[in-house]
């Protein structure tokens, strides 16, 4: 009997989906996951790929290429807690998969998510200054998001579920629980591959903040997820090292708030701002 379910949506993955299915059930029996493969609107050989990697898994096929779709599409098909929803792009073993679940069913949390790798080899050095204060920043190292996956009890997958649709799906799932509802498991690692270009990495966090905005409007976010001024200030004083890495950050973050404007206004929360050196 499966101990927990793993949906993950997949569009054009067919690079990487492979190596992270067998990633997947390293350290775990055959039955132990039963994993959902939802891929939406592909156009290569994602679902091919994913039947050769893991024969176990249910690969499932839709037309609408659309994350929030595939999500609803799998979650539909099973019915096992706690459910792991993964990104088809993150790297996570199995024996990582165990520990995140373990929280949950003993009742501490509801929701539980990975201690985040994020390789810097082959960024450009901007890239990886970006990240260095990103990942230093208290919500970044608190909060659910930007791990690429997210475990959730099945009343918190009620919770999430009556949640609106929204682009930024990982911070609506981290905001929709307090600190004391939520944990990071340090021993479970996901390997999360950045941009490796500057204009790449603008291109992500167009997107990212394009969703932000709209999980604001829609009040799901909340302050503590925000990066303020003060809270750059105290990186700042708090450690040097990253303190001169400042600059780039800033100026990604302005470029990506100027390059969201025209999604908002046009009120377009759809249109995908995906990078692909991550996945070269």
């Known amino acids: 009997m499966a101990v927990a379910s793993v ?7 067919a690079a990487s989906i492979g190596r992270n299915l ?15 493969v939802v891929c939406n609107g592909c156009t290569d050989r994602t679902a091919e790929v ?17 994350k929030a779709e595939a999500v609803r599409v799998g979650n539909t098909v099973t019915d096992v807690f706690p459910r792991v929803h993964l990104d088809a792009d993150i790297e996570l073993n199995g024996r990582d998969v165990l520990q995140l679940l373990e929280p949950i069913t003993a009742g501490h949390v509801l929701a539980t998510a990975p ?6 080899a082959g960024c450009s050095r901007w890239v990886r200054w970006y990240y260095d204060v990103w990942e230093s920043l208290p919500q970044v190292e608190s909060g659910l998001f930007g791990r690429g ?12 579920t009556a949640l609106p649709r929204m682009m930024s799906d990982d911070l609506g799932m981290s905001d929709a629980f307090t600190g004391d509802e939520r944990r990071v ?43 303020s001024a ?10 040097p090292g990253v303190a001169l890495r400042l600059p780039v950050f800033v100026g990604v973050h302005v470029a990506a708030q ?15 701002q995906r990078d692909e050196s991550s996945r070269s």
């Open 115 to 120: 201690r985040r790798d994020v390789p810097r």
């Open 22 to 36: 067998r990633a997947l059930r390293e350290g775990t029996r055959g039955g132990d996951l039963d994993v959902v």
């Open 258 to 272: 100027l390059g969201a404007r025209q999604a908002l206004r046009a009120g377009d929360f759809t249109t995908w």
């Open 185 to 227: 498991v340090p021993g479970a690692v996901a390997v999360v591959h950045p941009p490796r270009t500057v204009r790449d990495l603008v291109r992500r966090r167009v997107r990212i903040a394009t969703g932000n905005a709209q999980a604001a409007q829609l009040g799901v976010r909340r302050p503590t997820s925000r990066t």
């Open 50 to 66: 994913a039947r050769s990697a893991d024969p176990l898994a249910r690969v499932i096929e839709i037309q609408q290429p659309s």
């Open 149 to 160: 996956v997210v475990v959730l009890s099945e009343q918190a997958q009620a919770r999430v």
């Open 230 to 239: 003060r809270t750059l200030l105290g990186l700042a004083v708090g450690r």
């Open 7 to 13: 949906i993950i949506p997949a569009h054009n993955e």
